[in-house]
């Protein structure tokens, strides 16, 4: 054999290593809608990450999506609501968490606050996951997300369970009809754009932007999640290798009836519904762990002896 049909084997033989070993790896998002009313999630790439292959799409109650993530994606995924395709606009609107693109796919486009927002940086520092329920930008559907199958890390599930809308502070509530039902809650900063609750200005580090009362309304409903800008704190969670169940609506009763009240008593076990899940799942392992690794890594041994003896 000829050095360069040698070297040309060799990296087939470290590609397949790659690949077979789980160097090459990804996690598998499991998006389920709880919720009573249809939901369109929307899911949008960092800057400098390719967009997934979908990018927004229907989940009527009850209906769950599985979708693969490559490894060290980052990005977020947030919750449409009371969607319809818009003569007068002539494309697909939302009327919370719209992301202004012409079809049902986001495709680069956010959502429009105020929305919750599940962020994710996939194998980031140390090879953990870092991922975080996220209320600065407003609030409009319960969301949580539970790390599945990870290690390392805290490995905890978080998000924001409570129905708000009802309870937002009246100076925050999105009433699109006028009728007097909220069916979002913005964040004070959107509301009245003043430095102190956006962070910004004389009030961009943690030690001048401090919790509001507004922002203690969202932490009060919902301590796991972001109430605004330097919440980081209580608010993030890491976990290696896993795979990411986001439900919306998790617990269908856990409505925050007026601002003031006490915090639901959600705990933050998984609903029952959501460990069923879990567990039917739980045989979509990541490549990593799959059986045929073994074989494959012999293989892949057998062939570098091969080589070495031409
Ligand atoms: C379509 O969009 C217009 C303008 O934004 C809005 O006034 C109207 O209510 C929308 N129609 C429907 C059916 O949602
Ligand atoms: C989770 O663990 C990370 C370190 O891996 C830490 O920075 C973060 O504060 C922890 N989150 C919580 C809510 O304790
Ligand atoms: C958590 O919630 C579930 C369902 O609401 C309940 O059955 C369980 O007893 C609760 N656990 C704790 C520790 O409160
Ligand atoms: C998972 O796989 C095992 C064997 O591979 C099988 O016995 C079991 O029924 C599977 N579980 C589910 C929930 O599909």
């Given at each position: 054999?000829?050095?360069?049909?040698?070297?040309?084997?060799?990296?087939?033989?470290?590609?397949?290593?790659?690949?077979?070993?789980?160097?090459?790896?990804?996690?598998?998002?499991?998006?389920?809608?709880?919720?009573?009313?249809?939901?369109?999630?929307?899911?949008?790439?960092?800057?400098?990450?390719?967009?997934?292959?979908?990018?927004?799409?229907?989940?009527?109650?009850?209906?769950?999506?599985?979708i693969?993530?490559?490894?060290s994606?980052?990005?977020?995924?947030?919750?449409?609501?009371?969607?319809?395709?818009?003569?007068?606009?002539?494309?697909?609107?939302?009327?919370?968490?719209?992301?202004?693109?012409?079809t049902?796919?986001?495709?680069?486009?956010?959502?429009?606050?105020?929305?919750?927002?599940?962020?994710?940086?996939?194998?980031?520092?140390?090879?953990?996951?870092?991922?975080?329920?996220?209320?600065?930008?407003?609030?409009?559907?319960?969301?949580?997300?539970?790390?599945?199958?990870?290690?390392g890390?805290?490995c905890?599930?978080?998000?924001?369970?409570?129905?708000?809308?009802?309870?937002?502070?009246?100076?925050l509530?999105?009433?699109?009809?006028?009728?007097?039902?909220?069916?979002?809650?913005?964040?004070a900063?959107?509301?009245?754009?003043?430095?102190?609750?956006?962070?910004?200005?004389?009030?961009?580090?943690?030690?001048?932007?401090?919790?509001?009362?507004?922002?203690?309304?969202?932490?009060?409903?919902?301590?796991?999640?972001?109430?605004?800008?330097?919440?980081d704190?209580?608010?993030?969670?890491?976990?290696?290798?896993a795979?990411?169940?986001?439900?919306?609506?998790?617990?269908?009763?856990?409505?925050?009836?007026?601002?003031?009240?006490?915090?639901?008593?959600?705990?933050s076990?998984?609903?029952?519904?959501?460990?069923?899940?879990?567990?039917?799942?739980?045989?979509?392992?990541?490549?990593?762990?799959?059986?045929?690794?073994?074989?494959?890594?012999?293989?892949?041994?057998?062939?570098?002896?091969?080589?070495?003896?031409?």
């Amino acid at each position: 054999m000829s050095e360069a049909g040698g070297v040309a084997s060799l990296l087939v033989l470290f590609f397949h290593v790659l690949v077979f070993s789980g160097v090459v790896d990804s996690a598998t998002f499991t998006i389920l809608n709880q919720c009573a009313y249809t939901v369109w999630p929307g899911i949008l790439s960092n800057a400098g990450t390719p967009q997934l292959p979908t990018t927004g799409f229907a989940l009527q109650p009850g209906q769950s999506n599985a979708i693969s993530v490559p490894a060290s994606w980052s990005g977020r995924l947030w919750g449409r609501t009371l969607c319809a395709q818009n003569a007068t606009e002539g494309r697909f609107v939302c009327v919370t968490g719209d992301c202004g693109s012409p079809t049902v796919e986001c495709s680069g486009s956010g959502a429009v606050p105020p929305a919750t927002l599940a962020e994710f940086t996939l194998d980031g520092a140390n090879g953990l996951d870092f991922y975080d329920v996220s209320l600065v930008d407003g609030y409009n559907l319960p969301m949580w997300v539970v790390p599945r199958g990870g290690k390392g890390g805290n490995c905890t599930a978080t998000g924001c369970a409570a129905d708000l809308n009802a309870g937002c502070p009246k100076e925050l509530q999105v009433d699109t009809d006028g009728g007097g039902a909220s069916v979002a809650c913005k964040s004070a900063c959107e509301a009245f754009g003043d430095p102190q609750y956006c962070c910004s200005g004389a009030y961009s580090t943690p030690a001048t932007c401090k919790p509001s009362g507004y922002s203690e309304f969202f932490k009060q409903a919902c301590p796991t999640a972001y109430s605004y800008a330097y919440d980081d704190g209580t608010s993030i969670f890491t976990c290696a290798s896993a795979d990411y169940v986001i439900t919306f609506c998790p617990s269908p009763s856990s409505s925050v009836k007026a601002a003031g009240d006490p915090a639901p008593t959600s705990n933050s076990s998984a609903p029952a519904a959501l460990i069923a899940l879990q567990t039917s799942a739980s045989n979509r392992t990541r490549l990593r762990s799959r059986p045929f690794v073994a074989p494959m890594a012999l293989a892949a041994v057998w062939q570098l002896l091969q080589l070495l003896s031409i």
